[in-house]
Structure formats: structure tokens, C-alpha cells
């Protein structure tokens, strides 16, 4: 059995991962910060959970640890946990910001690993955006370009190199960060643009579901590698 744990996967993209990767047959860990919610969210699905806060080294290590006592191991990673901070520019919402989209994946990576390298197929996929991609953000065909998202952007190019950076460190674990498209969710619900969750998931399942010959160190979306 395939044993999966997404990050703040009540609801969004991460909620529909966890579906489409149940229907896969994997045995799926829904993480969320809030009990109630997480809980819901498992419960409708079919699915297990565990609370888990990327911002929080205890709640990490207590997640990660009831895996490894249900399990033994741990074979998909997907770091979906991510906020968008707004407009605001000052360091508050900037340490907010990086803590739960990019320290959040060394946090969660880190307690990992151990359960990782029990896989004979362990992969890792991050829920990146080519808004932290210099070649979206300066191209005027993009609908990056015109986004107010300096945190955000910035975030999600340091996830983007992290996920290099451990693919180059970890050689026996695929490490790939995926840009799962331009969703509607409530984090994007102020700009009123995007798809369905459900299809901006799959960009991700494919990652999720990758044979032990598929590629690593990759940045992503539906259509093949992207430049950033």
C-alpha cells in the first residue's frame, strides 16, 4: 500500500489531491492545522488524519511520529500547506509567510526523510507557483505578471529551490515542484479568476504517482518542465 501524507489538504487543491490519490488506492494522510476541519475532511473522504502545522516543530514531529507508528514508512510527500499574504509588505507578514511556504517544507522534509528512505519509491512534490518564477513575472503574456503577490512570489521561488536543492541531496527520493495552474479557491477568491480545484489536482496526482524511474529536480505544470 502506498502510504501519502499531504499538507493542509481540508479543502483546495490539496483536498481534491487526497481524492484522486484514494481513488489510486493509496492510503492517504489528510495534514491540517485545525482538528475540527481535518478531521471533516478526512472523515468525507475516507481518509486518515493528523494535525499538523508547518509553522510548528512539535506538531511536525507529532504528525510525522503517528505515521511512522501506523506505517513504519512514508512513500508520497506533497507539500500543498500555503498562504498568500496579501499586499501587505512588512516583516511580520513576511516571516508569516516564508515560515508556513518555504520553511514549512524544510520542516516537514526533514522529519520525513527517516519514513522516506523506508520506500522503495519515495517521492516528494511541492505545490510551487510560477509566480516565483523570474520568467513569468517579467513576461506581459503572463497572468503572472500583473499579480501584487511580492511575498508570495518570492515564497514560492525559495520552495521551488528547495525542492533542487534537496533533489541534488536526497538522490534516492524524487523531489519535483509542480505550478498546478491558476485555481479557485478562497486564496485567490479576491481575484476571482482560476479552475476547479479538482482540475488543477491532477497536475499534481501525476507528480504524486510518478514509477521509481521518474524524473527529479523538475519545476512543472500540465504541459511539461517550465523555465524560471
Known amino acids: 500500500m502506498t502510504v501519502t501524507l499531504i499538507t493542509g489538504a481540508n479543502k483546495g487543491i490539496g483536498f481534491e489531491t487526497a481524492k484522486q490519490l484514494l481513488a489510486e488506492g493509496h492510503t492517504v494522510y489528510i495534514g491540517a492545522r485545525d482538528v475540527e476541519r481535518g478531521e471533516k475532511a478526512a472523515a468525507d473522504l475516507g481518509a486518515r488524519f493528523v494535525q499538523l502545522d508547518v509553522t510548528d516543530d512539535d506538531s511536525v514531529a507529532?504528525?510525522?511520529?503517528?505515521?511512522?507508528?501506523?506505517?513504519?514508512?512514508?512513500?508520497?510527500?506533497?507539500?500543498?500547506?500555503?498562504?498568500?499574504?496579501?499586499?501587505?509588505?512588512?516583516?511580520?507578514?513576511?516571516?508569516?509567510?516564508?515560515?508556513?511556504?518555504?520553511?514549512?517544507?524544510?520542516?516537514?522534509?526533514?522529519?520525513?526523510?527517516p519514513l522516506l528512505r523506508k520506500s522503495s519509491n519515495p517521492t516528494v512534490v511541492t505545490v510551487s507557483s510560477s509566480a516565483g518564477s523570474f520568467w513569468a513575472v517579467t513576461n506581459p503574456d503572463r497572468p503572472e505578471f500583473g499579480l501584487p503577490l511580492a511575498l508570495y512570489s518570492a515564497s514560492k521561488a525559495a520552495a521551488t529551490m528547495l525542492t533542487v536543492q534537496y533533489a541534488k541531496s536526497q538522490p534516492g527520493i524524487k523531489f519535483n515542484a509542480v505550478e498546478p495552474g491558476t485555481t479557485a479557491t478562497d486564496m485567490t477568491a479576491a481575484f476571482g479568476i482560476g479552475r476547479s480545484p479538482e482540475e488543477s489536482a491532477r497536475v499534481v496526482v501525476r507528480l504524486a504517482t510518478l514509477d521509481v524511474n521518474g524524473p527529479t529536480g523538475t519545476f512543472s505544470d500540465e504541459t511539461g518542465e517550465l523555465p524560471w
Open 62 to 113: 507529532g504528525a510525522l511520529a503517528a505515521i511512522d507508528s501506523a506505517e513504519g514508512k512514508l512513500d508520497v510527500l506533497v507539500h500543498n500547506a500555503g498562504v498568500l499574504g496579501g499586499e501587505t509588505l512588512d516583516g511580520p507578514t513576511a516571516l508569516r509567510v516564508f515560515d508556513t511556504n518555504a520553511v514549512g517544507i524544510v520542516r516537514v522534509t526533514e522529519a520525513a526523510l
